[in-house]
């Protein structure tokens, strides 16, 4: 596990392929414009989905993950400013809560949960692609969840599969617990993820040693 001393120190491009806890914003400022081939990531949208006790969607009950405050609000401009200098392109889930950070796209991805009940139905992400919108379906009742706000592994996929290429490095600077760092593994894509809670950090470098993603 690397911090932002070690990339200080050592380079930004030593962290590719392993896990960074830190703060993603002065990762980021170490990395070169346009270094990055895609932005994948999930940022705070600050509705409070911040850990401890919740819901288990598939088992019934409760479950309890690491508390933090990281949802308490939205992250600044600065993140934005950094995450469209560093990538020529981004896909930012959440992004109808910073429409005012995002340019008008018509390459929106809407993921189709299939959850019911009191549930969303689904959820939306910004894109900088110049395409027509997309939509991805998949039910999310399923066990194994290690962060509040987890995606599933088959949706970073197909994302990856459809939004990039064999060989490119893509960055998640809200990695949480590494979700699309493993799927980059899976598909043959290089990554850097930066997530400032250790116990994510932890439960990502589990993730990333085992042969069959959870």
Request: contains cysteine; hydrophobic residues 35%; charged residues 30%.
């Amino acid at each position: 596990m690397l911090n932002l001393k070690d990339l200080q120190e050592q380079g930004w491009r030593h962290g590719i392929n392993k896990i960074c806890c830190c703060d993603c914003l002065p990762a980021m400022r170490l990395i070169e414009d346009k270094a990055i081939d895609l932005i994948l990531c999930d940022p705070p949208y600050g509705i409070g989905e911040d850990g401890g006790r919740f819901r288990d969607r598939k088992g019934g009950g409760h479950r309890v993950l690491p508390k933090g405050n990281w949802d308490k609000e939205r992250v600044g401009k600065e993140y934005f400013n950094e995450i469209f200098r560093i990538a020529p392109n981004q896909i930012v889930f959440g992004g109808n809560y910073y429409t005012d950070f995002l340019p008008v796209s018509r390459g929106w991805i809407y993921w189709q949960k299939l959850m019911g009940g009191d549930f969303s139905d689904g959820e939306l992400a910004w894109t900088s692609f110049d395409r027509v919108l997309k939509e991805f379906t998949y039910c999310n009742k399923y066990a194994g969840k290690k962060h509040p706000t987890q995606k599933p592994a088959e949706l970073m996929r197909w994302i990856l599969e459809n939004y990039s290429n064999e060989g490119d490095l893509i960055c998640d600077p809200f990695a949480g617990s590494f979700t699309t760092a493993r799927a980059c593994k899976d598909l043959g894509r290089d990554f850097i993820g930066f997530e400032l809670s250790p116990s994510y950090c932890r439960i990502g470098e589990e993730r990333l040693r085992q042969e069959v993603m959870f």
